[in-house]
Nanobody
Framework: LQLVDSGGGLVQPGGSLRLSCVASGASFDNYAIGWFRQAPGKEREGLSCISLTGRKTYSTDAVKGRFTISRDNAKRTVYLQMNDLKPEGTGVYLC??????????????????????WGKGTQVTVDS
């Protein structure tokens, strides 16, 4: 499985962006997907994840209520809608895929986990 993340850019505080994570290669329906952020000088942190069916999602307290994760398996794409962006949201945003066999399982959001694939990242800069 290969992942390509995109949609980053420069946005003012309070603005919005929608990131996309497009998969190719293996069957996308078998993977839960997580979004992570790598801020300058900081450790990678998890933001949101979505189960392979899309029925279960999880977001950290830092982004809950502002970020929404969704997926379209027909398009092999996971989206991260980001609203009310803050300057501390600046960083490289990456998606990661976790192969899952249990359709009822929850997604995993752990930056130290060995995911099956990572995107190369897309830069988001929040600045006035």
């Amino acid at each position: 499985l290969q992942l390509v993340d995109s949609g980053g850019g420069l946005v003012q505080p309070g603005g919005s962006l929608r990131l996309s994570c497009v998969a190719s290669g293996a069957s996308f329906d078998n993977y839960a997907i997580g979004w992570f952020r790598q801020a300058p000088g900081k450790e990678r942190e998890g933001l949101s994840c979505i189960s392979l069916t899309g029925r279960k999602t999880y977001s950290t307290d830092a982004v809950k209520g502002r970020f929404t994760i969704s997926r379209d398996n027909a398009k092999r794409t996971v989206y991260l809608q980001m609203n009310d962006l803050k300057p501390e949201g600046t960083g490289v945003y990456l998606c990661a895929a976790d192969s899952v066999t249990d359709v009822q399982s929850m997604c995993l959001l752990d930056p130290t986990y060995e995911y099956d694939a990572w995107g190369k990242g897309t830069q988001v800069t929040v600045d006035s």
